[in-house]
């Protein structure tokens, strides 16, 4: 019981601590305390503003969407502007709106 309890309340948290965005010359790296995704750049379609309430790996609502192959993937970064940015000049073919 104490082990169930215990994971209860450790998951919840290494979400909250260890929810990271990172960009590399190929990819946008996801995690989300044990989740992981890699969004190939090359990929990515588009990206907008969204407010969806879907589970993902984005701790407010005030989220961005990134669609990338038959995928989609709902993040929010801290300074979204500055990410969003980031994101045209490297997906120079990604229709990117509402920013």
Request: proline letters at 7%; charged letters at 25%; glycine letters at 4%.
């Amino acid at each position: 019981m104490a082990a169930v309890l215990l994971l209860s309340l450790l998951l919840p948290a290494w979400l909250l601590l260890g929810t990271r965005y990172s960009l590399t010359d190929d990819a946008l790296k996801v995690r989300a305390g044990p989740f992981r995704w890699t969004v190939p750049l090359a990929e990515i379609s588009s990206v907008r503003p969204s407010r969806s309430i879907l589970s993902a790996p984005a701790l407010s609502l005030d989220r961005i969407q990134i669609d990338y192959g038959a995928r989609r993937i709902l993040i929010s970064p801290r300074e979204r502007q500055r990410f969003v940015d980031e994101l045209r000049q490297r997906c120079p073919k990604a229709r990117i709106t509402g920013f």
